[in-house]
């Protein structure tokens, strides 16, 4: 899966193609595209980079891994408990994630996707950070990281205290400089950068509304804050109506070109009208005492409901990573396949957060 998922031109449909001709993709990991790809029934891009491959395909997914690796990525699946749980159940969603930070986990708080221009009134600032303060002690801040509002909701979000994810239009170590300086500190505060470009590649035109839909499909409603009638930010609120998400607009002064298309959504009933943070609440189905969950932790698990396994490497654990093999020379009697599985069932508990590159600390 790996491999192919690394190849110019090929997507979820193309991949659905090939697994129906051969339903295990194992097979095809040690021979060359040439020998079989005329066997599918492909379409010319897709074609055309399996054939531009100069090796078999699993060992191009081992150098895309390594690189992956040297960049501190993670990599999960749709079955895979870090893997957004929305975007899992999105048709066509995509077969891995390259991702920094913790991902998704179970019984997190809702998600909410806050997108707009990359330019806006500079009056309009205030009113927006303060929504976006408010918006994130309660919910996910997901959204793209670009400049403009994106990363206004982004450093509200870490300065509230809260989780916030950006989907980025390009693989992870190809981020351009606001987005490398802004993916540290979503890390840091205990959120998540995700892609599904594999490494090396760079954003241009066509990789952002594949991103879009990332950020729609990932979250339960969209929120529109700014965004001028030819505004990208449009694309997220389309993917957001096919999604079945909820769609809601924060209106704005009729002379100010990007509340043109928030005003529109609202007028053409698109949009449910945000004047308030009590707003996106209400429609989120948020009562008025409702709060973010409580983390997980020692304090409110039954810590006798843990294997003796897991219980041993939960008292290895601190609250700053460790990583793999530091914790396996101070975890005897376990070898490294009984610690991988204690360390598995410690974060399906909710009690680890794995960082990259095998570190693991206390959550």
Wanted: aromatic share 6%; hydrophobic share 45%.
């Amino acid at each position: 899966m790996v491999g192919l998922w690394g190849v110019l031109g090929i997507g979820p449909a193309a991949i659905a193609t090939i697994r129906r001709v051969y339903p295990d993709l194992g097979v095809l990991a040690d021979e060359r595209p040439l020998k079989w790809v005329s066997s599918v029934g492909l379409a010319a891009p897709a074609r055309e980079g399996l054939l531009g491959l100069e090796s078999t395909l699993g060992a191009h997914a081992e150098r895309l891994l390594e690189r992956a690796l040297d960049g501190g990525m993670s990599v999960c699946f749709p079955e895979d408990p870090v893997y957004p749980r929305g975007l899992a159940q999105v048709e066509a969603a995509p077969p891995m994630l390259f991702y920094l930070g913790r991902g998704d986990r179970p019984n997190g708080p809702p998600r909410l996707a806050m997108v707009g221009s990359r330019s806006f009134e500079s009056n309009f600032i205030p009113a927006a950070r303060a929504l976006a303060l408010e918006l994130a002690s309660r919910l996910i801040i997901v959204s793209g990281g670009a400049r403009g509002i994106d990363q206004l909701c982004h450093d509200a979000a870490i300065e509230a205290g809260g989780e916030t994810w950006a989907f980025m239009g390009s693989g992870l170590d190809a981020l351009d400089s606001p987005q490398a300086k802004l993916a540290p500190r979503i890390v840091g505060s205990g959120g998540t950068v995700f892609s599904d470009f594999p490494p090396g590649v760079r954003a241009d035109p066509t990789t952002f509304p594949r991103r879009n839909r990332l950020i729609s499909g990932a979250s339960d409603g969209v929120l529109l804050v700014r965004g001028h009638g030819e505004s990208g930010a449009l694309i997220t609120v389309e993917y957001a109506q096919e999604q079945g998400r909820l769609v809601m607009a924060v209106p704005g002064q009729i002379d100010h070109l990007t509340a043109h298309a928030p005003n529109q959504l609202i007028r053409a009933g698109a949009a449910r009208l945000v004047a308030r943070a009590a707003d996106v609440f209400e429609d989120m189905g948020l009562t008025q005492t409702q709060t973010l969950p409580a983390e997980v932790g020692a304090e409110a698990f039954d810590l006798t409901k843990l294997s003796p396994n897991a219980a041993h490497a939960y008292q290895l654990l601190e609250r700053v990573p460790v990583d793999f093999d530091s914790l396996l020379g101070r975890a005897q009697p376990l070898d490294s396949g009984l610690l991988a599985s204690a360390l598995i069932e410690l974060e399906l508990a909710g009690l680890l957060v794995q960082r990259a590159g095998r570190r693991y600390e206390r959550r």
